[in-house]
Nanobody, 125 residues
């Protein structure tokens, strides 16, 4: 079993920044690909960014590329999402997911083995 706990969400004005953290416990974190997803009210959960187990590979969706940065510290069992130049459309509950297959990430929600409880990000205009 793996437990994932997100933190760092909050209310921020447009143009501001937040850093989300996701701390893992249980199974070996360093072997998991990690992904950040978000879900806005009335919408499906959306893939935002992913990072491979070794951090050699990362990926961002077009709408956040250049503004968000995903990183990880395997010594601290933590994955981060640095979010800059936030926009109102970034408002959502953000979730981290862990995927142990091949240590890779995926853009598909169903490919992840474990999820955190989510952290709310609200960007005011």
């Amino acid at each position: 079993q793996v437990q994932l706990v997100e933190s760092g969400g909050g209310l921020v004005q447009a143009g501001g920044s937040l850093t989300l953290s996701c701390v893992a416990s249980g199974r070996t974190f360093s072997t998991a690909g990690m992904g950040w997803f978000r879900q806005a009210p009335g919408k499906e959960r959306e893939f935002v960014a992913g990072i491979s187990s070794s951090a050699a590979d990362t990926y961002y969706i077009r709408s956040v590329k250049g503004r968000f940065t995903i990183s990880r510290d395997n010594g601290k069992n933590t994955v981060y999402l640095q979010m800059n130049s936030l926009k109102p459309e970034d408002t959502a509950v953000y979730y981290c997911g862990a995927r142990f297959k091949y240590g890779t990430f995926s853009g598909m929600y169903a490919d992840y083995d474990y999820w955190g409880q989510g952290t709310q990000v609200t960007v005011s205009s």
